[in-house]
């Protein structure tokens, strides 16, 4: 009935764009107009507030740390300042009137929004790796630009420090965490950090930054006090549910793309994530990873900050007794986006894509997962959470249909009542947006694409975006019928690059798509359903890689030449001959020898490397690995060179 | 199908509203403490630690070991003894083995079916430890009355010493799990013991043990407490003897939606958390089972209508979650269909209690919690009706 319900209102939300003769790209909302011409920062005036501007109060940690929403007090107004990636704007909704009161356009596409105490609205750009700083001139009109600052490759989310003198950017595809002086937007420092950085909190004491990653199983500890910024990792791992050993050396998690922070008690910070058993790799399972387990499991890890630890159980599954329940147990948040907590009623709330779904957890727990209070059920893909705790309620903001979800906290009436049952919370969706044909059926594909809990994709509840987060890769090397793989990032990789998957079984995607189904125990889709989600592959887009320099065009006279004879296999633009090779890399319990030439688009983006994962990083394929080209006995200038070229495809 | 069968048979047994019969032995399950219920109903609560009340550190040392009890000292918390067993052949079924924290266990769902007419007598006698001799020959006949009710006391709970009980002055542990019927049978010899649903039985070496068992109860101030009482009992004879008496004054903590009450005090910095299951229509439904989470693979299940959570955490840096579920019996309002008049029905919905305590580097004490959440949709024992 679930899924039903979901499939009629995606239809119903293609239906709506078809009604309003869509044409893509402008927003129908009130006070929409062209895109906001956004100066380059020129001084450290620039960016400041204009004093004309009037006031708003951010509430809650709406001026600490970044989402897709966030909530002020403007006036007599309770208003819900709009991330909308989708519509490329930035929308302002008055809570109490239900009103959308104004859209901004943006030069791009909005992933997330900091207001800060002086007025200004911190919008990050990912795809035009920019900051954007806007002021309000009223709250029912279009904001004011500023100005714009350049940030490291795909800027994502920010975060303010304790003595609001600094913003941090976190920048995905860069991996790295910048911080730049708030009032003039200067950057101060950029550190290297693992892949795919996503959320941002700061520390109560302020010496610390927390990153989630959305990739390699672990958060990041950036100090902020010393003068490099050295960064720890936190491990974010637990043995699976049966406690075993081997299962505790191969576990890892992923989907770190959310973080919050309690203020009391303080100290704690939290992370949702997925624990990931991908299978033993000496084993030949019927799917992905082990088929005798849970392969996924949603948990919220509980970070001391103070230790810099996770809190010990706290990456525990839930692994409840499911059998005294007479129904199917609850869907689990396998992709969690967002998280916020309510210091009323020290509730955690995690939003949750695929099951579209916020999750109330017990904020003092030691283990959340464990301590589920409630669930409220919100509009498709939400990426946002903002809590109005002075009022009881809290706003998650759903991208996919475009919709805010007010969602009621108090508990109180509901108590006395065993048998309540909630009732679907008021759901406020934005004006719609005019898309094309295409754009609408992307729009469904990443629908579907996202759908977790859905037998048509997976048996277990797995979705594609498990594996594949922000339609990349989950860098984990998985137990497969052919042996450990690897997951290949979809993202800018799939055009002309066919035969799809590592043996090269899929002639085409659609024929590769329904192996993986198949491999996943999934139903299949329909013709329709398969066409969206062909259509939102095919558009997956990374951003641009660092343009090439000297060095690098030395790399690429050794990647086409004889001597490397690179190119003899990643030939062409798509840099593959589409054709499978033995170059010597067989493992032990690989039942083939020859592999499918990857494409080496955007290479340095999506370590570790080969069929397997067994190279951590570039250098240690071009020194390793034997029979594939020749790049070992290149001098350390040219494998810098090489290197180089490759970072730039 | 076999949970849902006992509770079924209650259903009927309310629909058809017959009054208990005349004399029935059915035992009461115990009141709920007067005065001793949390005062609003629930999801969440976060006691302050240092607000509950304090219990001496528990240390129970092994007193000289008596050489035999007769079959006639017996105990006043409960009764223990060697009833004639008499049970059905076909739920005969191997001695139950001693069971551990780390043991997964799922106790079958109680008072499945009348009792049979076929008694087999078997041998070797266990002996047994139960709330009192009053429920013995319906125990040891794993009898339920006419109507398929539940005819055991669930309000003690026991508790085996773990191992070989030693001589003299060492402490002594505890099985951390607990049920309302304990059984002990020699470890060798014919025969075999019964598998009974609510009971917690082992095999033992040795002819004497301790015992500890849990009552919920109210204090002469009208409080809640949890008496616990230790006593020596004798496997060949069924005697026993009192160790020693403590009676523990709890705070209540939180009434759930649904009717559970949690109560605690702390010995030292130690959280214990006690949950009272009370079933909505006592008389008539057989108590579900309670399943009590420690940590993944580690589960206990219980008939008993309360459970003991004691939350391991003693310095900064450790943190324990430990959840208590089940399913309860909801007597649920349906609406008037017509002219006709508001009816009710009996519905069950499965429900997880979390209760934590956490010791982090900034908190200056330990910080605790209890949340409630229901994790099924109301159903009908059949599994209809969910909504």
């Known amino acids: 009935m679930h899924l039903r319900a979901r499939t009629i209102l995606a239809a119903s939300a293609l239906l709506a764009c078809t009604a309003a003769g869509c044409a893509r790209g402008s927003a129908a909302g009130p006070a929409a107009s062209a895109p906001a011409s956004l100066p380059a920062r020129a001084s450290a005036a620039s960016c400041a507030r204009t004093a004309a501007a009037p006031a708003f109060t951010p509430l809650g940690v709406a001026a600490h740390q970044s989402s897709t929403v966030a909530l002020a007090r403007f006036g007599d107004r309770t208003v819900a300042f709009i991330a909308d990636e989708d519509g490329h704007a930035l929308t302002l909704v008055d809570l109490d009137r239900r009103a959308e009161l104004a859209s901004t356009p943006l030069p791009g596409a909005p992933s997330q929004l900091l207001l800060t105490t002086d007025g200004r609205v911190l919008v990050a750009l990912r795809d035009e790796s920019l900051i954007a700083v806007l002021e309000p001139t009223a709250p029912d009109a279009a904001m004011r630009p500023l100005c714009s600052v350049k940030t490291a490759t795909e800027p994502l989310a920010l975060a303010l420090t304790g003595d609001e003198k600094t913003v941090l950017i976190s920048s995905g595809w860069a991996h790295a965490l910048s911080g730049h002086d708030l009032a003039s937007l200067e950057k101060r420092f950029e550190v290297d950090l693992p892949r795919e950085p996503r959320a941002v909190v700061v520390s109560g004491d302020g010496k610390s930054a927390f990153v989630a990653h959305a990739v390699g199983g672990q958060l990041s500890v950036v100090d902020l006090d010393r003068a490099r910024h050295p960064v720890q990792p936190i491990r974010m791992s637990h043995a699976r549910s049966d406690g075993t050993e081997s299962g505790a050396d191969r576990s890892t998690s992923c989907q770190g793309f959310a973080l919050a922070r309690s203020l009391v008690p303080g100290g704690r910070i939290f992370a949702p994530q997925v624990l990931v058993d991908p299978g033993s790799l000496e084993a030949l399972p019927q799917g992905y990873g082990d088929s005798n387990g849970p392969t996924e499991q949603g948990v919220v890890a509980v970070i001391d900050e103070k230790a810099s630890l996770a809190v010990q159980g706290s990456l525990d599954a839930p692994a409840e007794p499911h059998d005294v329940t007479a129904g199917e147990p609850l869907a689990e948040c396998l992709l969690p986006r967002a998280a916020a907590v309510d210091p009323t009623s020290n509730t955690l709330l995690v939003a949750c894509a695929g099951i579209d779904a916020v999750i109330a957890y017990d904020a003092l727990s030691t283990s959340p997962a464990r301590s589920e209070i409630r669930r409220f059920a919100v509009g498709g893909g939400p990426t946002g959470l903002a809590v109005d705790a002075e009022r009881g309620r809290a706003v998650a903001w759903s991208q996919f249909d475009r919709s805010l979800t007010l969602l009621p906290l108090r508990l109180d009436d509901v108590a006395n009542d065993m048998t309540h049952v909630p009732r679907p919370p008021e759901r406020l969706a934005l004006a719609p947006l005019a898309l094309t044909g295409l754009a609408m059926q992307r729009l469904y594909g990443r629908h579907l694409f996202h759908a977790a809990s859905d037998p048509r994709i997976a048996a277990d509840g797995r979705a594609c975006a498990s594996c594949h987060p922000d339609g990349r890769d989950d860098a984990i090397t998985w137990a497969t019928p052919d042996g450990p793989r690897r997951t290949v990032m979809l993202a800018g990789r799939l055009a002309d690059t066919a035969p799809y998957g590592w043996n090269g079984a899929g002639h085409d995607l659609r024929e590769h798509l329904g192996h993986t189904f198949e491999r996943l125990k999934g139903r299949g889709l329909s013709s329709v359903e398969l066409e969206a989600l062909l259509a939102y592959l095919q558009g997956l887009r990374t951003p641009q890689s660092p343009s090439a320099d000297a060095r690098a065009a030395r790399g690429k006279e050794l990647f086409h030449g004889a001597e490397a004879a690179c190119a003899t296999c990643h030939s062409d633009g798509s840099f593959t001959d589409g054709k499978s090779h033995d170059v010597g890399s067989k493992a032990g319990i690989d039942k083939a020898a020859a592999f499918d030439t990857p494409s080496l688009r955007s290479i340095a983006s999506h370590a570790p490397y080969f069929h397997d994962g067994r190279y951590a990083t570039l250098r240690e394929l071009l020194l390793k690995s034997d029979k594939m080209g020749n790049t070992k006995q290149l001098t350390d200038d040219d494998l810098d060179a090489l290197e180089a070229y490759l970072r730039s495809l | ?387």
């Open chain 2, 1 to 387: 199908v076999k949970r849902a069968l006992p509770l079924a048979l209650a259903v009927l047994a309310l629909v058809a509203a017959r009054p208990p019969e005349a004399g029935a032995d059915t035992p009461k399950p115990p009141p709920p403490p007067a005065g001793a219920a949390a005062s609003r109903i629930s999801f969440k609560e976060s006691p302050e630690l240092d607000a509950l009340p304090l219990a001496a550190p528990f240390e129970l040392r092994t007193p000289e070991v008596p050489k035999r009890i007769e079959a006639r000292e017996q105990v006043q918390a409960f009764w223990s003894g060697k009833p004639t067993w008499h049970i059905p052949a076909e739920k005969a079924s191997p001695a139950p083995k001693k069971r551990g924290r780390k043991a997964t266990k799922k106790a079958p769902r109680h008072g499945a079916s009348p009792a049979q007419p076929d008694l087999a007598l078997v041998a070797p006698t266990p002996l047994a430890a139960i709330a009192s001799e009053r429920t013995a020959p319906r125990v040891s006949a794993l009898e339920n009355d006419r109507e398929g009710r539940d005819v055991t006391s669930h309000d003690v709970c026991f508790s085996p010493a773990q191992g070989k009980v030693p001589t003299r002055d060492a402490v002594v542990d505890f099985e951390t799990g607990s049920e309302s019927v304990l059984l002990i049978s020699p470890e060798t010899g014919p025969g075999v013991s019964p598998s009974y649903p609510g009971t917690l039985g082992y095999r033992s070496t040795f002819p004497l043990h301790i015992v500890r068992a849990e009552k919920l109860g109210t204090g002469p101030d009208g409080k809640a407490t949890l008496s616990i009482t230790h006593a020596w009992v004798d496997e060949r004879s069924g005697g026993a003897r009192l160790i020693q008496t403590r009676q523990i004054a709890l705070q209540p903590i939180q009434e759930t939606p649904g009717g559970l009450e949690v109560f605690a005090y702390r010995i030292g910095d130690r959280a214990i958390f006690v949950v009272q299951h009370q079933p909505l229509v006592p008389e008539r439904i057989s108590p579900a089972t309670l399943e009590v989470t420690h940590s993944p693979g580690s589960i206990e299940s219980t008939y008993c209508h309360h459970v003991t959570v004691p939350l391991d955490v003693g310095k900064v840096g450790e943190a324990e979650t430990v959840t208590v579920s089940g399913e309860m019996a909801l007597k649920v309002v349906l609406p008037a269909e017509g002219e006709g008049e508001e009816r009710s029905e009996l519905k069950l919905r499965a429900f997880r209690l979390s209760l934590s305590e956490t010791w982090l580097s900034g908190d200056a004490r330990p910080v605790l919690s209890a949340s409630f959440a229901w994790t099924g949709k109301l159903h009908g024992e059949d599994g209809s009706g969910e909504r």
